[in-house]
């Protein structure tokens, strides 16, 4: 089967019939517009027809953003001038600092489906207490995507809070703070979690998310909630757990949108430690389902 389906992607099949590499590329650029960058990519290989679609501007303007020139302005002129639409794809699709916040908010798209994704580092958050190394400490990790995150000794008075003001695509969009209970470390090369955690399972922690244009989500929930863990069969002390604040629709009729979202347990009756806060990442919403679910990685 192999031999005969290499022959098929010659100029003619081994009987003197048409093969795949008389398809004219025009066609063959169609047909790419329905599959996703890395299909594409693996069709190139196969003949010259093949590998000259997988180079159309037309072919890869279809997987950018519409206002993926929004975007390039991210960077220098010189860095996309006279780039093709492939190779633009292949610039926005690593992650891209964006904001003067010295690196710590970062922007790129999908490699699967071109819908943009964003990061936002615990760095370029307002947390209360963070100046105080009685209470919070800045911990490098290679287990962040910014090589450090902020953990929380002790503290009555919980709060971090951030904005982002960017011109995202129109989509649905997921926010979420990715969390820490306890503290992880590295020993002989083996993962260590060291559980000092306190205060979380006995009162809810509130996630707020707000949009420049009136949208608003608010959830309760317990960070320490051990029932919800048995009956899911997860476990969220030692893991780094996703927290989903709410969603949030860009129609795309304003050109920048600001997202406040926030994270508060404030009640002073009882103090609360050992809890890690690397990042909040905003995704498309059924994106973020797929990769849950495997379907991609």
């Known amino acids: 089967m192999g031999a005969s389906l290499s022959t098929l992607t010659e100029n003619g099949a081994a009987n003197g019939g048409p093969g795949l590499g008389d398809i004219p590329e ?7 517009l329905y599959l996703t960058p890395p299909e594409i990519c693996n069709l190139a290989r196969l003949n010259r027809a093949f590998r000259g679609a997988a180079s159309s501007d037309a072919v890869w303007e279809a997987k950018l953003p519409h206002n993926y020139q929004q975007l390039l302005e991210l960077f220098p002129p010189e860095r996309y001038q006279n780039l093709s639409k492939k190779d633009i794809f292949a610039l926005l699709s690593r992650p891209v600092p964006f904001d003067d916040d010295d690196g710590y908010k970062e922007i790129w798209l999908d490699r699967v489906t071109g819908r943009a994704c964003m990061s936002i580092s615990a760095k370029a958050m307002t947390i209360t207490g963070i100046e105080d190394r009685r209470y919070w400490n800045w911990i490098p990790t290679d287990e962040s995507r910014f090589q450090v995150v902020a953990y929380l000794q002790q503290m009555w008075w919980f709060e971090v809070v951030g904005i982002v003001k960017f011109p995202f695509p129109p989509d649905i969009y997921t926010l979420s703070f990715r969390l820490h209970l306890g503290r992880s470390s590295k020993r002989l090369l083996r ?60 129609s795309g009729s304003d050109p920048v949108t600001e997202v406040s979202f926030s994270m508060k347990q404030i009640d002073c009756t009882h103090s609360k430690g050992g809890l890690c806060v690397d990042l909040v990442s905003i995704v498309p919403s059924d994106l973020k389902v797929c990769r849950r679910r495997g379907v991609l990685k």
């Not at 025009?26 to 790419?32: G, K, L």
């Not at 205060?199 to 919800?228: A, M, Y």
């Open 26 to 32: 025009s066609c063959v650029a169609c047909v790419f």
């Open 191 to 250: 993962r260590v979690c060291y559980d000092h955690t306190q205060g979380w399972d006995i009162k809810p922690v509130r996630f707020e998310l707000s949009t420049s244009d009136g949208q608003q989500v608010s959830r309760e929930c317990c960070l320490d909630d051990t029932e919800q863990d048995e009956a899911t069969g997860s476990q969220k002390r030692g893991c780094w757990v996703d927290y989903k604040v709410g969603e949030f629709i860009i």
